[in-house]
């Protein structure tokens, strides 16, 4: 990415904020699953060609 690049401004705002997002998504969404609710959910990120890891 360039210093023009139209993306630049938005990655500038993205980036100092994934760590907030990542612990928000974590305390909100995944902690609160239980062991089944996780099966599950691996079992559908697995049909999506995701894995809850990669979102980490």
Do not use: C, N, W
């Not at 609710?37 to 894995?51: E, F, T």
């Amino acid at each position: 990415m360039g210093e023009r690049s139209p993306i630049r401004p938005g990655y500038a705002v993205v980036v100092p904020a994934a760590p907030t997002h990542v612990r928000a998504v974590r305390q909100f969404v995944l902690d609160p699953l239980t062991a089944a609710d996780q099966q599950a959910l691996a079992r559908i990120a697995a049909k999506l060609r995701i894995r809850p890891v990669d979102l980490a």
